[in-house]
């Protein structure tokens, strides 16, 4: 089993609508959840972090975790062409060297 | 803040040659940075853990003698790919975790898009 599960995709949706990208995680004990997205050919990008139950927002994006169900989740708001990425999923355990990173949801925002 | 920087962007060399790369962070101190390499289409894969003044740790199924990474100060390491061969042709990232109250945070470098003839 993955420590960190996410659907590959791609996801596509419309310009201007809202995208939500979904991801589980296999550890109970992990205390730190983090989105980055990746453009084709670049390196990853910090976007959100959250470390507690409920929802983050900042600006177009809102983080949601889940601890009880080991589940966090991104939503982007009046998405652009921009948007379009791969995002990663990561979960630091206890240990905060322990990083574990989804394989990514490509997402695709059509014009 | 928490910019990572990496050099060379790109290198192509010849089979059998040894390529350095650096990774600096560049407005702060990182004790900790991390090593990964990542195939075309495919996630992230971490090869190795780095601590200023101690040896790395390495995942399981790397070659630490062929991957020789040194963490000499609190703003850079190095990995050094030995004996390149094409099949170490990758995209290699470093990235650095944070500090001070963003401790809990991966930063990452451009990458290093290595290819080897």
């Known amino acids: 089993q993955k420590e960190v599960e996410q659907n590959s995709g791609p996801l596509s949706v419309p310009e201007g609508a809202i995208a939500s990208l979904n991801c589980t995680y296999s550890d109970r004990g992990s205390q730190s959840f983090f989105w980055y997205r990746q453009y084709s050919g670049k390196s990853p990008e910090l976007i959100m972090s959250?470390?507690?139950?409920g929802d983050k927002e900042d600006g177009r994006f809102t983080a949601q975790l889940n601890k009880a169900s080991q589940y966090v989740s991104l939503l982007i708001r009046d998405s652009q062409p921009s948007d379009s990425a791969t995002y990663l999923c990561a979960v630091n355990g206890g240990n905060f060297n322990k990083f574990y990173f989804g394989s990514g949801t490509k997402l695709n925002v059509k014009p | 803040g928490a910019v990572v920087s990496q050099h060379p962007s790109r290198v192509i060399c010849k089979s059998g040659t040894s390529v350095k790369i650096e990774c600096r962070s560049l407005d702060f101190q990182a004790t900790t940075m991390f090593w990964y390499r990542q195939f075309p289409k495919k996630s992230l894969m971490l090869m190795a853990t780095?601590?200023?003044?101690?040896?790395?740790?390495?995942e399981q199924g790397v070659e630490k003698d062929k991957f020789l990474i040194n963490h000499a100060s609190l703003t850079l390491s190095t990995l050094t790919v030995t004996s390149a061969h094409p099949e170490d042709s990758s995209f290699y990232i470093c990235?650095?975790?944070?500090?001070?109250?963003?401790?809990?945070?991966?930063?990452f470098g451009p990458g290093t898009r290595l290819t080897v003839l």
């Open positions: 780095s601590n200023e003044g101690s040896k790395a740790t390495y």
């Open positions: 959250i470390y507690s139950n």
């Open positions: 990235s650095a975790r944070g500090t001070s109250g963003r401790v809990h945070e991966q930063f």
